[in-house]
């Protein structure tokens, strides 16, 4: 790994990708930590103290996601969870309303208009859920009710504004911020390396390794260094089953196209255990997030038996009832993502057009059922993996405990998947581009 990206230094195109990748995640750190017009940056931080010296699980993952921005009001608060919930929505749609599914179908084209659509409904979301976050900074629901605004408001009134133009500029900043950080995650993705969402999660949660786990380490000594013990085995784990595999045998017949002869190879179909990939993990995650958001607006009322109940068991990470939600939504998402992403009547149109087959399984249909046959059968082992690596943390809560250090702590599961899935996937597509251009300077 180390030799690639020394050798993609060396080559002057992914030596641009690389810095230009670099600038664009310098940038989105900084717009993560520039306070929002009408925020109180110091109040702001005293409430974070406050916070984090009691035990208030509050917006774990969305402040996970936006690498603490969410918290601290800042410019890129929203992160790019408004992008992954109109992703969702729209991948939903698509097996429902048949002229997205023959959208889908169409190819660049048709992607192209989907994407388009996914940016305004992120745009959309973005105004929604900025304008529950000011609301909740407002009433003081934000930090759960344990920072008195009347002692440290968030959003001072200041007189010399009236307070409905600041609230106003401050959703249209952060819903700005939502577009910035889109805009520079489709960057990433063109002019960069890797996919550029998921480079500016990884930065994300990356950025608070050091901070959290030197609260650990303050909070408890023994505690962190279990928690490193366990995550070094559990990144061991990961890393075995993302590159696990079941390959295929494909053989392509002999065809003479005009005086050349074509065909006559082996190759192989790559089903990854893991096909899925981080998508379902966050696709739960970010459903998990909506009974908190709701249940905030509530405030401290304490006589509504149905938000008491919510909150004591949904939102709470270490109850039964929300550790098999999460585990059950995962293996849904898992199962859902791989049928909508890998279509083996298409694999196997493809294959006969060509002159491939299964050795063994006659092309067409017979093909297909295989091939769906073995992919049901991967997928469970893979949602299960999924599943257990996600809740690993919310067990260990419930078992040791730990505080809020630990609840927070970013190298959790879900933060393992995306870290080291994310990783992967960089490196793999950095040693593919070093590779096409070692071919393309042996062949000349």
């Known amino acids: 790994m180390l030799s690639a990206f020394a050798s993609a230094f060396k080559t002057p195109d992914l030596r641009k990708k690389i810095f230009f990748t670099l600038f664009m995640i310098a940038i989105y750190r900084l717009g993560a930590t520039l306070p929002s017009p009408g925020v109180s940056y110091g109040n702001v931080q005293k409430c974070l103290d406050i916070v984090e010296s009691g035990n208030n699980q509050i917006f774990t993952l969305l402040n996970l996601f936006s690498g603490g921005a969410l918290l601290q009001l800042s410019v890129f608060a929203l992160g790019i969870m408004p992008y992954i919930t109109a992703s969702i929505i729209l991948q939903l749609l698509t097996v429902v309303i048949p002229r997205l599914e023959q959208l889908r179908k169409e190819g660049q084209s048709g992607q192209a208009k989907i994407t388009q659509y996914t940016r305004y409904l992120t745009l959309g979301l973005g105004i929604l859920q900025a304008s529950a976050f000011v609301a909740l900074a407002r009433s ?22 009236p307070m409905w133009l600041t609230l106003t500029m401050l959703v249209i900043t952060m819903t700005a911020g939502t577009g910035v950080v889109m805009w520079l995650g489709e960057l990433v993705t063109d002019r960069g390396v890797g996919n550029g969402m998921s480079v500016l999660i990884f930065t994300s949660i990356a950025a608070r390794l050091p901070s959290e786990g030197l609260q650990i380490w303050q909070d408890n000594k023994t505690t962190f260094f279990v928690i490193v013990s366990l995550a070094v085995v559990v ?47 966050i696709f739960a995650s970010s459903l998990l997030y909506l009974p908190q958001l709701v249940t905030s607006f509530a405030g401290s009322d304490t006589t509504n038996k149905t938000v008491l109940w919510i909150n004591r068991n949904i939102v709470a990470q270490d109850k039964p009832a929300h550790i098999i939600l999460y585990f059950l939504l995962i293996i849904f998402f898992t199962y859902f993502y791989v049928s909508i992403t890998f279509n083996p ?45 996600s809740i690993l943390p919310n067990l260990l809560i419930g078992i040791v405990g730990g505080g809020q250090a630990l609840q927070n702590f970013p190298f959790g599961g879900t933060a393992v998947l995306i870290i080291v899935g994310v990783g992967l996937e960089t490196v793999k597509q950095i040693e593919s581009q070093l590779m096409q251009r070692n071919y393309e300077g042996f062949l000349r």
């Open 235 to 281: 990144i061991a784990f990961v890393v075995f089953l993302e590159q696990a595999q079941r390959r295929i045998p494909v053989q392509y017949a002999k065809r003479m196209i005009g005086r050349r002869m074509y065909g006559g190879t082996s190759t192989y179909i790559p089903l990854k255990v893991n096909q899925a990939g981080v998508i379902p993990v």
């Open 140 to 161: 003081g629901q934000l930090f759960g009710g344990a920072c008195d605004q009347s002692q440290y408001p968030i959003i001072p009134d200041t007189g010399k504004v």
């Open 345 to 389: 009547t298409e694999v196997s149109d493809n294959m006969r057009k060509y002159g491939g087959f299964v050795p063994g399984i006659r092309p067409g249909k017979p093909t297909a059922e295989y091939l769906d046959f073995i992919l049901s059968r991967i997928t469970l082992p893979g949602a299960l993996y999924l599943g257990i690596i």
